[in-house]
């Protein structure tokens, strides 16, 4: 009678606090990869589950930064993304390297055209899809991160020649 009552004490206190074994799966995996360096930002993407299957999904992260530009030439950041394993743990993180300084193309701007503040970004990633475990990502205090999901419709089979 008491093991129930704690249990269901426990439950209710699940649902109330929103817990789930999910979520604090997560934040106990977490706690395996490092703070961030002096310099450095840490970032966390925590994906769904996809019930389908998530071997039709990749994830793609893009470093860069908002800025203004002259909304008419094309903007790149020397950012990229390169992968390392967390040693002892068999879990991969992120790091931006490179510099955050803006390469562009040298069209001439007609007179008065206005500036546009747009996301300019550096050379993305793309990785598998696996809501199993966070994509942590350090990157510089100047870097933003951002991240596309993309998905396959149907697949096709290429024919023999």
Do not use: H
Not at 115 to 121: I, L, S
């Amino acid at each position: 009678m008491r093991y129930l009552k704690s249990l269901s004490m426990f439950l209710l206190l699940s649902i109330i606090c929103g817990c789930d074994t999910y979520a604090v799966e997560k934040i106990k995996q977490l706690k395996a990869f490092p703070e961030a360096e002096q310099g450095m930002q840490r970032f966390v993407i925590n994906l769904d589950e996809k019930i389908e299957g998530e071997d039709n999904y990749r994830i793609e992260i893009i470093p860069g930064a908002t800025m203004e530009t002259d909304g008419v030439n094309r903007v790149r950041l020397g950012y990229q993304i390169k992968a390392f394993p967390l040693k002892g743990w068999g879990y991969t993180y992120y790091k931006v390297v490179g510099k955050g300084v803006a390469m562009s193309t040298k069209m001439a701007p007609r007179q008065g055209v206005p500036t546009v503040t747009r996301f300019v970004q550096g050379q993305g990633l793309t990785i598998n899809y696996n809501s199993k475990l966070p994509i942590v990502i350090y990157a510089p205090q100047d870097c933003e991160i951002q991240y596309r999901t993309w998905s396959v419709e149907n697949s096709q089979s290429a024919d023999k020649g």
